[in-house]
Each structure stands twice: as structure tokens, then as C-alpha cells.
């Protein structure tokens, strides 16, 4: 036994100075609580030999676990290429953070960078905390400083780009995203990203780029033939936009957009029967009232007058401001003195603004990567384009119905000039008999 204690306190004194000498050469307090845990392990021991007892198993677990296992393990570690101090502050800056004590988590990664400026853990997680706490300049600094510690940090590269997107700095946020998409193809949220932010810029070509190489990573991702859908619905390719929104609604039924767009398409295609289908499959959510109206208006295409009424119905109950719209509806012209809404469009328009802030408010809590603010862009340029569409189509009508009647009128006029030619040489002719009568 007392071999075994000899053994033990010159391998623990052994341990004690190494870290002390650690202490010396980093200049670095953390190890100083690994100190005070080996002096209490050799303490320990002390007492045993003093007093000339043997401990329980208890102690001397505590004991060893103190004075040989832990300093060896933090020497592998750090052999490892592991920082000890590095842990600690990492591991205790996020228990307070976790607890809601920012300042003092700050404090103490502001203490290990600044003695450690390579400490990429570091960095991240400090410019975690700037986020958090909205100074976004510093935040970007952090995640810059991380990544030029660690080249393939990706998630620092994407924080960067969306940092700089919500200052404002969308071509250089964009940059960013071109270069994390072409080291790292798949990753997704940088493709989605990327996307959005061409989209806002309209270049819609660059963005359907993108998500067609996002789609080699994630064949079977809705959202991104979705997005797909809405560019090529904004770069007038209603073909491809087609294809696009009958794939995103093969995987996934529920979504009422694509439904929804389909339904406009075939209106322009003048497919009323599939477009009557379409838009059935979309009255859900908040397409419900505009796909109540559509489907009105097909059935008063279509001289269904009962059902165009019920549907008109109860798509300006649901939102009264198609009345308006409605109104100037050449389709709803035979029908307008059947709709049977009543509608305070004063206080609609009020209770529409608090529905389109709580609405704001959840699409921004929702981690959808749909195209938002471009999905409603993509349905009212479809709307617009049927408009046109039918606005053509009427002045057209005028047009023919005008060179028809000019026709008939050409036609009168040339059938009354004959008659007057007739009438004259009628006349001429009965004057050279009455001429011949003379003479003879």
C-alpha cells in the first residue's frame, strides 16, 4: 500500500507541474482550477500517509480521478491539438447563454479570443451572440473571422450572406452565396437563399439555375419545383411553370399555390374544364376566396349562371373586396344583379390590414423556403395575363365586328352603286330610242 502511494503522489506532483508550467508558459488562468482540483486529489493523499490510514473506495476514486485521470485526459486532449482553456470558456459561455446571461457568455469569449485569436470555436459562437443580440456588423466580423479560420465552415459562409441580406447589402450577400453554392453544391439553404434574393433582383434566369442544380441534391424537395413554378411563370414560360407546379403537387397535395396557378394556365390555354378542377383543388387557406372567384367566372364563361352566382357569392363573402373587382368583370355582366353580399368595405379594409400584419408575422416565423413575396407576384401576373388576354380577345371582337360591318356596308354601297349605273344606262338608253324615234 504504501508503495502504491509513493507511486501515486510522484506521478500526481509530476502532472501538478506540467500544468503549472502550462499556467507559466500560456499566461492562462483557466488552468488555474485544474490546479486547485489536483492539490485537493494530493491533499487527499496526505492525509492518508499522515495519518497512516487507508481511504475508502469512495476517496480514493476521488482521488485519482482528481490528481491523475483528469490532467492526463486534458494532456491527450490538448496532445490532440484540443485547448483545454478553450473548452472550458466555450462550454461555460453557452451554459450562460443557455440561462439568458448574454453579458457575462459575452465576456468571457471576448477574453478567449482576444488571447487566442485563432479560436475558430470562439469566434462562431460570439458572433452567435452579436446575432442574438441584433449587432449584425459584429456579428459578421465574428463569422468572417471564422471562416478564415476554417475554410469549409459553410453555416458561417450562410450567415454571413443572410447578415448582409437584412442590411441591405443584397450584391454582396449574393456573392457570398455564389461562392458557398460552387464549393459546396448541396447546400440547400444557400441554393434557397440564393434564389430568393435573384428573384428580388428579377433575374430569374440566374435563379432557376439555381434551383435546378439544387434539385440534383433534392429530387424529390416540392418547394424548389415550386419556386421553379413561379420563375418560370415570371419569365412567361407557362409551359415549363406547368410542369413545374404538377411536380410540387404530386409530392406534396397541399399545396394550394400550385393548384392554384395550374388553374390560371389552363385558364390562358382555354382549358376551362381543367382549370375548373385546379382551382377547386386550391380552396383551402388563403387562396379560398380568389378560387371561389375563378371558379365563378369559368362558370359564367361557361353560361352556368347558377353556379358563377353561388360562387361569387361567397368568394366576396369571404373577401369583399372582389366586389369592386367583379364589378368591372365583363364575365360577371349578366349576372352582377344577383350578387347578394352586403359589404362595409370601410371596416373590411381595416380588419384586412391587422390580417395581413399577423400574417407578416407567422410567414416570417415559418422555416418554408417558398418564394414567398414571389408567389403572390407569380398569381397576380397570371391574373394579369388572363386579363390581357381577355381584353384582346374583346377588342378583337370589336375589331372583326368592325371590318364586318364595313364589309356590309362596302357591300350595300357597291350593291347601290350598281343599281345607280343600272338606273342611268337605263336612262341613257331610253334617250337613244327616243333619239332614233325623232329621226326616223
Known amino acids: 500500500m504504501l508503495l502504491e502511494k509513493v507511486i501515486f503522489n510522484l506521478l500526481a506532483f509530476s502532472l501538478f507541474i506540467i500544468i503549472f508550467f502550462k499556467i507559466i508558459r500560456r ?5 488555474i482550477f485544474l490546479l486547485v482540483l489536483q ?39 490538448e496532445f490532440s491539438g484540443i485547448n483545454f482553456s478553450e473548452f472550458v470558456s466555450i462550454i461555460l459561455a453557452k451554459i450562460l447563454f443557455a440561462l439568458g446571461d448574454t453579458k457575462a457568455a459575452k465576456a468571457i469569449l471576448v477574453k478567449l479570443v482576444t488571447k487566442y485569436p485563432n479560436s475558430y470555436l470562439g469566434h462562431q459562437n460570439l458572433g452567435k451572440i452579436y446575432e442574438y443580440e441584433g449587432g449584425m456588423r459584429r456579428a459578421i466580423d465574428e463569422y468572417v473571422a471564422a471562416v478564415d479560420i476554417k475554410k469549409n465552415d459553410y453555416d458561417s459562409y450562410y450567415k454571413i450572406a443572410n447578415l448582409l441580406k437584412e442590411l441591405g447589402k443584397k450584391d454582396e450577400a449574393i456573392e457570398m452565396l455564389e461562392n458557398l453554392v460552387k464549393n459546396k453544391p448541396d447546400y440547400y439553404e444557400g441554393s434557397c437563399l440564393l434564389g430568393d434574393l435573384l428573384c428580388e ?5 440566374e435563379a432557376a439555375n439555381v434551383y435546378e442544380a439544387a434539385l440534383k441534391y433534392r429530387p424529390a424537395d416540392f418547394e424548389l419545383y415550386y419556386n ?25 397535395h397541399r399545396l394550394y399555390g400550385a393548384h392554384y396557378n395550374l388553374g390560371q394556365i389552363a385558364l390562358i390555354q382555354k382549358d376551362l374544364d381543367t382549370a375548373a ?22 362558370y359564367a364563361l361557361k353560361g352556368e349562371k347558377d353556379k358563377a352566382i353561388n360562387f361569387i357569392n361567397k368568394a366576396i363573402e369571404l373577401e369583399p373586396k372582389l366586389l369592386k373587382i367583379a364589378a368591372k368583370e365583363r364575365a360577371f355582366k349578366d349576372i352582377r344583379e344577383h350578387i347578394t353580399v352586403s359589404v362595409n368595405m370601410e371596416e373590411q379594409e381595416e380588419k384586412e390590414q391587422v390580417e395581413d400584419e399577423e400574417k407578416e408575422e407567422i410567414q ?35 375589331e372583326e365586328q368592325e371590318k364586318l360591318e364595313k ?19 337605263r336612262e341613257e338608253l331610253e334617250k337613244e330610242n327616243e333619239k332614233v324615234d325623232s329621226e326616223e
Not at 499566461?27 to 488552468?31: E, L, S, V
Open 201 to 205: 433582383q428579377e433575374r430569374f434566369k
Open 39 to 77: 492539490a485537493i486529489g494530493i491533499t487527499i493523499s496526505f492525509i492518508e500517509i499522515s495519518i497512516g490510514i487507508d481511504a475508502n473506495l469512495l476517496f480514493k476514486t476521488i482521488r485519482y480521478m482528481l490528481s491523475i485521470l483528469l490532467p492526463v485526459a486534458i494532456i491527450i486532449m
Open 277 to 298: 378542377q385546379c382551382f377547386e383543388k386550391s380552396l383551402y387557406g388563403d387562396l379560398e376566396a380568389m378560387s371561389y372567384y375563378q371558379l365563378a367566372k369559368i
Open 228 to 252: 421553379l413554378g413561379i420563375v418560370y411563370t415570371r419569365l412567361s414560360d407557362f409551359q415549363l411553370a406547368k410542369e413545374m407546379y404538377e411536380r410540387a403537387a404530386e409530392i406534396n
Open 407 to 425: 364589309r356590309v356596308s362596302n357591300i350595300i354601297d357597291m350593291e347601290r352603286l350598281k343599281k345607280l349605273e343600272e338606273i342611268d344606262n
Open 364 to 398: 416570417e416565423d415559418t422555416k418554408s423556403h417558398v418564394l414567398k413575396r414571389e408567389e403572390r407576384a407569380a398569381q397576380i401576373f397570371l391574373e394579369e395575363t388572363n386579363n390581357l388576354i381577355d381584353e384582346m380577345n374583346e377588342n378583337t371582337k370589336k
Open 27 to 31: 499566461n492562462d488562468t483557466n488552468y
